[in-house]
């Protein structure tokens, strides 16, 4: 991750008790590795994290399909323009 000129570099670990996995900078990492942590491939973590979005955005494409079918044309270009609104206002 950047800050500003500033580089800071991460680690990905997991607690061997629970499970957790966490993103930390690397002199959290050294701290806890050997105390129920340990390093573990971030790849793993990715997985995780983008698992559970891959599947919110599945269903949000089925709902999509069967809303459209039912709808004439200027009730569709509404749907989608609202939610583009939507879409953009939880954005920010």
Do not use: H
Not at 5 to 11: A, D
């Amino acid at each position: 991750m950047k800050v500003g000129k500033l580089v800071v570099n991460m680690k990905t670990i997991r607690n061997t008790n629970t499970g957790q996995i966490v993103r930390v900078e690397n002199k959290e990492a050294e701290l806890r590795v050997g105390y129920g942590w340990e390093f573990i491939s971030k790849s793993i973590w990715k997985e995780q994290v983008r698992g559970k979005y891959e599947e919110v955005k599945k269903s949000k494409a089925v709902e999509e399909v069967t809303i459209s079918e039912n709808l004439s044309d200027k009730k569709l270009r509404k749907a989608r323009k609202e939610e583009k609104r939507q879409k953009y206002a939880n954005k920010q």
